[in-house]
C-alpha cells in the first residue's frame, strides 16, 4: 500500500485538511439542520457534520463539526471556521447557545 502511495505522491494536489467543531445547546437537530445548510454556503467545498448528544427535545446538545480544505493550513482553518462562525451568529438569532 505504501508502494501506491508514494506513486500517487508526485500527482496528487498538496492540500492540508483542517477540522474546527463547536457545541451547540438548547437547539434541536432538527431545527439546526436548515441553519446548518445555510451557514454552510460560506463554504460549498466543506464537508459539515452534526452529532446528537443529548436529548432531543428536553436538553438538546449538539456537536458540529466542519471538515475543509486548502493549499495552506492557516486557509482551510479559516474556511471551517468562517461556516461555524456564520452558525453562530444565526442560533444568536434562533436563541441557542454554543
Known sequence: MDYVVERLRPILPRLCVREEAMVVRGVPESSL????????????????????????????????????????????????RSVLEELGRLLDEKGGTR
Not at 34 to 49: I, N, S, V
Not at 57 to 71: D, F, G, K, L, Y
Open 33 to 80: 439542520a436548515p441553519l446548518l445548510r445555510r451557514a454552510a454556503r460560506r463554504c460549498p467545498d466543506c464537508y459539515t457534520k452534526s452529532h446528537p448528544k443529548g436529548h432531543e427535545v428536553e436538553e438538546p446538545v449538539i456537536e458540529v463539526r466542519v471538515q475543509a480544505s486548502a493549499p495552506s493550513c492557516e486557509e482551510a482553518t479559516a474556511k471551517a
